[in-house]
């Protein structure tokens, strides 16, 4: 009886011992993945003030009005080619999310289930 208290103190310690670790493993990833996430609204908040700032430039037709001739056509040569490199990372973003949301369901696939 003895013996079999003992074993069954043991293995609570061991439980104990790697419930903690397995949640120290959680805490950590969730501390990298908040910190992404904190990473990832700051450079979209970026993006946005940007991109407001050009929506406003685009919208002043009072710019296009005075522009001359020469001018005018750089800009629409401009536009053109900020408008190609858009959407040329657009498709390059949308194939790399295609390849996470794979790689994802991949790795929730293969995690071993719960008992």
Same mark, same amino acid.
């Given at each position: ?53 050009? =929506? ?9 009005? =005075? ?7 750089? =800009? ?23 390849? *996470? ?6 790795? *929730? ?7």
């Amino acid at each position: 009886m003895a013996e079999q208290s003992q074993a069954l103190v043991q293995a609570s310690k061991e439980a104990l011992t790697e419930s903690a670790r397995l949640q120290k493993v959680k805490d950590d990833a969730l501390n990298v993945a908040n910190a992404i996430a904190q990473e990832n609204a700051d450079a979209a908040n970026l993006a946005r003030t940007e991109l407001e700032r050009l =929506r406003l430039e685009l919208a002043d037709s009072t710019s296009i009005a =005075r522009a001359t001739c020469a001018s005018t056509r750089n =800009r629409a040569t401009a536009l053109s080619i900020v408008f190609e490199q858009c959407a040329t990372r657009l498709t390059e973003v949308a194939k790399e999310a295609d390849q *996470h949301a794979v790689d994802s369901r991949t790795c *929730h696939a293969a995690w071993p289930a719960s008992r």
